[in-house]
């Protein structure tokens, strides 16, 4: 969801093999059909997770993966339209709606729908993530360093060069830590001001992966980053010296979600079916990983609660997102 990922195609997926069960001895229909191309920015073991669910299903070598960094595949939502090779994506839910707008492409999906927040009718949510402060407790002690509360404490020059973040431009993941700073202190003087000098604390840790901060954080290089939520909390239950800060200006939440291209004739019968099974089988075991509730009836664990979560205060769009990642950059007009 987050690197600017390599085009790989699973070709354990992609050919059909001799002997596979088919969607329509699984009760599933539309067999005889063209394999479904999915196009998707989710991370490898988002992935595993759907491909997992869709061979039980009955579906084994009737589709194809091909994963895109995030920056990547909405480019190419933005510029191709409806006139793709792909049948489906799973990608960043602001894109989905930022293509729409565009060239309407997306089909209305024909099974339900209800997550808490409300979403258009030609998509469904699978996951979630939220960002959060991540420390190396043992690196901190060593270094003397105060334990930050928000994200404008990351300003502070007794930070210089302690802290790694997340380059916009390569990850999504970073867009999480601009809402908090453009939220609360606005994209003028002051907020522009806290952001260049988080930037310039951050030196040579700017990172395009999003679990680029966390990894240079467990591995002591750097005693503070920002990263995803859900990580952190992983790697501090299994005894590790990390631990993790909600800021104190909130916790934002972005959100990927399935859609089908609308080809009209030409769409792919299995497609809508493939959707469905990956929102309905795969939410399931998605949620383990990303523990972010979406719908009615899920549950965490109180570590996964989150007790300050905040909605920004405009839709997130594409072209939010370009006028955040300048703003990271101090590349704002004054």
Request: glycine content about 8%.
């Amino acid at each position: 969801m987050f690197l600017f990922k390599t085009l790989v195609a699973s070709f354990a997926c992609g050919i059909v093999l001799a002997g596979c069960n088919s969607p329509e001895s699984e009760g599933g229909a539309s067999s005889n059909v063209e394999e479904v191309v999915i196009y998707s920015n989710a991370d490898e073991e988002a992935v595993e997770v759907i491909q997992e669910v869709l061979d039980e299903a009955g579906y084994e070598g009737q589709y194809v993966f091909q994963s895109f960094g995030t920056g990547e595949l909405g480019g190419r939502l933005l510029a191709e339209g409806d006139n793709t090779e792909a049948d489906m994506v799973t990608m960043s839910s602001f894109y989905l709606e930022s293509a729409q707008a565009k060239h309407p492409m997306f089909k209305e999906l024909t099974f339900d729908v209800d997550p808490q927040v409300a979403v258009p009718n030609y998509y469904a949510p699978i996951l979630g993530f939220t960002g959060a402060i991540i420390l190396n407790t043992k690196e901190m002690a060593a270094q003397n360093l105060p334990r930050p509360t928000s994200a404008k404490d990351l300003a502070n020059p007794i930070y210089k060069n302690k802290i790694a973040m997340v380059d916009p431009n390569g990850s999504s993941t970073g867009w999480l830590f601009i809402q908090d700073v453009t939220a609360t202190y606005g994209m003028g003087a002051e907020g522009q001001k806290i952001m260049n000098d988080i930037r310039i604390n951050a030196g040579p840790n700017l990172e395009l992966s999003g679990s680029g901060p966390i990894k240079k954080v467990m591995a002591g290089e750097v005693p503070i980053g920002f990263g995803l939520r859900h990580q952190a909390i992983a790697n501090k239950a299994q005894g590790l010296p990390i631990d993790y800060v909600d800021p104190s200006e909130g916790n934002y939440t972005l959100t990927e979600s399935v859609a089908v291209i609308d080809k009209g004739e030409n769409t792919n019968p299995n497609a809508i079916k493939i959707a469905e099974i990956i929102v309905k089988n795969a939410r399931p075991k998605l949620l383990t990983i990303y523990p972010n509730v979406i719908y009615d009836g899920e549950t965490v664990a109180p570590d996964n609660h989150i007790k300050n979560s905040k909605t920004y205060g405009e839709p997130l769009t594409a072209e939010l997102l370009d006028k955040h990642r300048a703003f990271f950059h101090g590349q704002t007009e004054s």
